[in-house]
């Protein structure tokens, strides 16, 4: 057995979902990464964990290898530093087509302003969206690629306002209403499915891919530190626990030093408000 | 010699004035490269009005000014970014809210698939995006602030199938406004990057204006081929335009400037006054932004190295040999 890397002394609960993150895409394959959030997870799991993983982003780049002296990671999906060491550029149509709708995606990594139960996201609107309390920043490619690719993993900061018992909109739909829905309204089954939040890390109960099952979230993995109460109380339904509830092994230093050196201008590792 | 194809390069303000009319349905490309600044500044300050803005993530900068300035009255895409949020911090919340600013919402993949389909010739294209979505709920589709109604999509049975899919319209934009790396004087554009929906864009639209950072002897652009995004047949002007798309950015010319590409709703009419309607054409706004922030700003946006292909293509043939070959096969 190899020796356990130094754990950090210091880091946030953000710092930890990137970190959970980033190890949950080792092995993921050819992964689509989405705005914010995700290009930085993704940066870490390429150069720490998985350096096979396929990593693309919707404006037409697959397969980034990030160069040597990478200085940081990508700030937007379209960020020129993507263009240097990728395998591929080409356009929308090739991302978001070729590549997502021919079934060639096996995770996307994407963010949302609300997830709820059933795995589904909002990106468009608090409240109803023809009276909105407030607008988003709207679709981007966030609704195809949760329509379309293999397997969606959200990452959203752990607030109750945005784990909800069913989103205000759904954008970006996971099981949709339960088991059968996907089906039923034309997509195929799609998963494992995940979110991976500040606090924990949250699974479906579903064998394949939202054809069987209840299909709700449930707390698969904890945070060091992180209590199910305060779990609870940060979600908006009431969160079903597994029997063998995991406890994550917290960030190697070397983790939190690459995070960090990743975001130097703290582009993704500050709170946000409206992501 | 007769010249086998005229020239089509022309002054920004010359451009504008001939290919972009009012009311016209226009395409200026994705997120913050390729973005014709230059050329929608023009259109600003031409007083161009009633445009419909399309495609998935059209310059958030442009947005703001093209609705501000009163320009642009329409739009469908996949992103407002940046422009929504609520009363007193949106320019776009507060248009839309006095019945000013319509605007139906797509995707980045449901509008790049409209653009193929318009230049492909083709009425409609099915995607299994929005399937599961609440957009495909009567209320949704008819909501108040949109103009399409039921024009925006359908739900179809497939046809050999008969499974859910999902038919977008083809979406012809009257004109595209693109800014490349380089051309022809003929008008062939050659652009190299990720192009989000760029290709398809200017692919559909009826005119093209774009505007480079290099018009180059034809013969680069010939030696080349595969690096042409269009063809000169189907593009209308080249304006040639260093720093073109500045503030945004342009692979291997330079990256963009946030601190101007960003811009709050507080800040629209002073950036108006003093970058669009201020200045007299593009050349002014970037002596004017070296004036205002010194050239070492200017100097640190530019790349820091140059990243070249380390191995080059051939495209050679033996055209005589093939020739002669074709002529042995006949006897």
Redesign the interface.
């Given at each position: 057995m190899t020796p356990r890397a130094p754990v950090a002394e210091r880091y946030t609960r953000l710092e930890m979902m990137f970190v959970a993150a980033a190890r949950e895409m080792a092995g993921r394959g050819v992964i689509f990464v989405g705005m914010s959030y995700p290009l930085l997870a993704a940066t870490l799991a390429k150069l720490h964990h998985d350096p096979d993983l396929h990593f693309c982003?919707?404006?037409?780049?697959i397969d980034w290898r990030p160069p040597a002296d990478l200085e940081r990671a990508p700030v937007?999906?379209?960020d020129?530093i993507?263009?240097?060491g990728?395998a591929f550029?080409?356009?929308?149509?090739d991302a978001?087509?070729s590549l997502?709708?021919g079934g060639g995606t096996d995770l996307a990594i994407l963010p949302a302003a609300q997830v709820d139960r059933f795995g589904n996201g909002n990106t468009?609107a608090i409240g109803d969206?023809?009276r909105?309390?407030?607008?988003?920043?709207?679709?981007?490619?966030?609704?195809?690629a949760a329509?379309?690719a293999k397997a969606v993993m959200f990452l959203v900061p752990h607030e109750r306002r945005r784990f909800m018992q069913r989103v205000d909109?759904?954008?970006?739909?996971g099981y949709?209403d339960g088991p059968g829905?996907?089906r039923r309204?034309?997509?195929d089954p799609q998963g494992a499915n995940l979110i991976v939040t500040t606090l924990g890390i949250l699974r479906f109960d579903t064998p394949d891919g939202g054809i069987t099952g209840s299909c709700e979230a449930f707390l698969d993995t904890i945070y060091p530190g992180v209590t199910v109460e305060e779990f609870q109380a940060n979600t908006g339904w009431p969160v079903r626990i597994s029997p063998d509830l995991n406890v994550l092994e917290p960030p190697s230093q070397e983790e939190i030093d690459l995070l960090r050196r990743l975001d130097p201008t703290h582009v993704h590792l500050r709170e946000r408000g409206?992501v | 010699m007769r010249q086998e194809h005229p020239s089509k390069v022309m002054s920004a303000a010359e451009a504008v004035a001939e290919f972009v009319h009012d009311g016209d349905i226009l395409y200026y490309g994705h997120g913050n490269c390729y973005i014709p600044h230059a050329l929608v500044y023009e259109a600003i300050r031409q007083r161009k009005s009633r445009l419909d803005i399309v495609g998935g993530t059209p310059g958030t900068q442009l947005q703001q000014l093209l609705f501000h300035a009163g320009c642009a009255d329409r739009t469908r895409t996949g992103s407002l970014s940046g422009l929504r949020g609520s009363g007193g911090q949106s320019r776009v919340w507060e248009l839309v809210e006095q019945g000013k600013l319509r605007f139906d919402d797509y995707s980045n993949q449901t509008l790049a698939l409209m653009f193929m389909a318009a230049a492909l010739g083709i009425p409609f294209i099915p995607t299994r995006a929005f399937l599961g979505t609440d957009f495909l709920k009567d209320e949704y589709i008819n909501h108040p602030r949109g103009f399409l109604g039921q024009d925006k999509l359908r739900l179809i049975a497939d046809p050999f199938t008969g499974q859910p899919v999902v038919a977008l319209p083809a979406l012809r934009p009257n004109v595209a406004l693109w800014h490349a790396q380089r051309a022809d004087e003929e008008g062939n554009i050659q652009a190299w990057g990720a192009y989000a929906d760029g290709r398809w864009g200017i692919w559909a639209a009826e005119r093209v204006v774009i505007s480079v950072e290099e018009i180059v002897p034809t013969e680069v652009v010939r030696s080349d081929p595969n690096r042409t995004i269009l063809p000169a047949y189907k593009v209308s002007a080249v304006v040639h335009e260093p720093f073109g798309s500045f503030p945004g950015e342009l692979p291997g010319y330079y990256n963009q400037d946030p601190a101007l590409v960003r811009l709050g709703a507080g800040r629209l009419d002073d950036y108006l006054a003093e970058w669009v309607y201020g200045r007299s054409d593009h050349q002014d706004f970037m002596e004017h932004y070296v004036e205002r922030f010194g050239y070492h700003r200017l100097r640190g946006l530019l790349p820091r190295r140059r990243v070249q292909p380390t191995g080059s293509v051939d495209y050679g043939v033996r055209a005589i040999a093939a020739h002669e070959a074709q002529e042995e096969g006949k006897e």
């Open positions: 982003t919707e404006q037409g780049i937007q999906v379209s020129p993507l263009n240097i990728a550029l080409g356009d929308s149509v978001l087509g997502l709708m468009i969206y023809n909105p309390v407030r607008w988003l920043g709207g679709i981007g490619g966030n609704m195809d329509c379309l909109f759904i954008t970006s739909p949709i829905a996907r309204a034309g997509l409206d | -």
